[in-house]
């Protein structure tokens, strides 16, 4: 069995062809090994820069001319198909097999700079890991690169926190998926709110309108060691807004600033047919603005009671924390009809975590540790239109 699997690589030959693109160029090159039987077992194309690149593993174990023949021939030919070619044996040149294949699609997100793919290929190397494919895709001087990595024989999640820590010490952004999981077709983003979509924490702008900026921040650290949970903590601070007035809750949402790149960021999901939802552990009266705003599909959030026009401060019905945002991201997923495989979650908290886990594709955004090891990558704040190109949307953004 071993000598025949070797007999067959001897008839197995990489050819490689660099022209000028223009269309019927791959028929044209392809229509002599086809006349003489020559198998196309496996190929690789594309397009840079008006580049045409393509590489192609052909059988002659059947054909009726030999690798130099057809070599010779292409090379009469290459000047009238406006090409150049290369010949090689498989067999001389082929890598290492791995016995069993672990693949993940590893996306880095990046301010474009010299030696981003060197640093990358390092942190790989470092662990053995095999880079299988990568592909570079530049608007403006944001750079995305996708690779495809085989992990081998490694332990996965080792792997990804060596990846994810590394590019972080490079100052890169990384999100790092399963290659069956990244392959599947994505319906329904939901974000959060406070320092996602909004690049502020209302409650801190609601605290300083009622000149209790103090007692609200001591809750919130309480919360953040741990010394009380969320749900008590939200309700602390919002029994310190009783009796603010409705006009204050306006005068805030009129001023609402959105985090760089989001208001672009939804449009482009709209336009290219996503469901977008708003979960947030803040309040009704903002996800209703942005809503409007921005055209969210849902939005859910906690309900600030108000009787004649001021705050109660207290919250009607039952409080959205982490288990709820959890929950809510597997009730759209029977709304719509799809798996929660559909679903990417982008959130910068602890209160996100159950949420981000929940989802096909969690992303921590401009975050704490907390959410970035439960999360399959990270984006910093500046470069949040990363995301249509970690959803793989950044060519067909360009055509919109």
Same mark, same amino acid.
């Given at each position: ?187 329904? @983003? ?10 502020? =924490? #209302?409650?801190? $702008? !609601? +605290?300083?309108?009622? /000149? ?102 207290? @919250? ?10 959890? =929950? #809510?991201?597997? $009730? !759209? +997923?029977?709304?719509? /009809? ?63």
């Amino acid at each position: 069995m071993c000598a025949n699997t070797e007999d067959h690589f001897k008839d197995l030959w990489v050819i490689s062809f660099v022209g000028r693109d223009r269309p019927g160029l791959i028929r044209d090159i392809l229509q002599l090994p086809a006349e003489r039987n020559v198998n196309i077992v496996d190929m690789d194309q594309r397009v840079l820069q008006g580049l045409f690149i393509m590489s192609v593993v052909a059988d002659f174990s059947r054909a009726a001319i030999t690798p130099e023949e057809l070599e010779e021939e292409m090379q009469r030919r290459s000047e009238s198909l406006g090409i150049q070619c290369m010949f090689l044996p498989l067999e001389r040149y082929r890598g290492i097999r791995r016995s069993r294949k672990n693949l993940y699609v590893v996306t880095i997100i990046a301010r474009d700079r010299v030696g981003i793919i060197r640093d990358v290929a390092s942190v790989a190397s470092a662990r053995d890991i095999n880079i299988e494919r990568a592909a570079v895709t530049a608007r403006g001087d944001l750079i995305s690169i996708e690779f495809v990595m085989d992990f081998g024989e490694s332990d996965p999640d080792e792997c990804r926190e060596w990846i994810r820590s590394e590019c972080e010490r490079l100052g890169l952004d990384v999100v790092v998926q399963r290659l069956d999981k990244a392959r599947k077709e994505k319906r329904l @983003i939901v974000f959060d709110m406070d320092m996602t979509i909004v690049d502020f =924490e #209302i409650i801190n $702008r !609601l +605290a300083s309108f009622a /000149g209790v900026d103090e007692e609200v921040r001591q809750i919130t650290d309480k919360a953040m060691n741990g010394e009380i949970d969320f749900e008590e903590s939200l309700r602390r601070r919002v029994r310190l807004l009783k009796g603010m007035p409705v006009s204050a809750l306006k005068e805030i949402a009129d001023q609402l600033s959105l985090t760089p790149g989001s208001e672009e960021l939804i449009h482009h999901l709209k336009q290219m047919g996503y469901k977008i939802a708003l979960i947030s552990g803040g309040f009704t009266y903002f996800t209703d603005v942005l809503k409007e705003r921005l055209g969210f599909d849902y939005t859910f959030a906690n309900e600030l009671e108000i009787q004649d026009g001021r705050l109660t401060g207290e @919250i009607k019905g039952e409080i959205i924390d982490a288990e709820a945002k959890g =929950e #809510i991201v597997k $009730r !759209l +997923a029977e709304i719509e /009809g799809i798996s929660p495989d559909s679903i990417v979650a982008v959130g910068d908290g602890a209160n996100d975590c159950i949420m981000i886990q929940n989802a096909g594709l969690g992303v921590a955004f401009n975050a704490k540790d907390v959410l970035k090891k439960v999360s399959d990558g990270s984006i910093s704040r500046e470069n949040l239109l990363g995301l249509l190109n970690i959803l793989g949307l950044a060519d067909r953004r360009s055509l919109l």
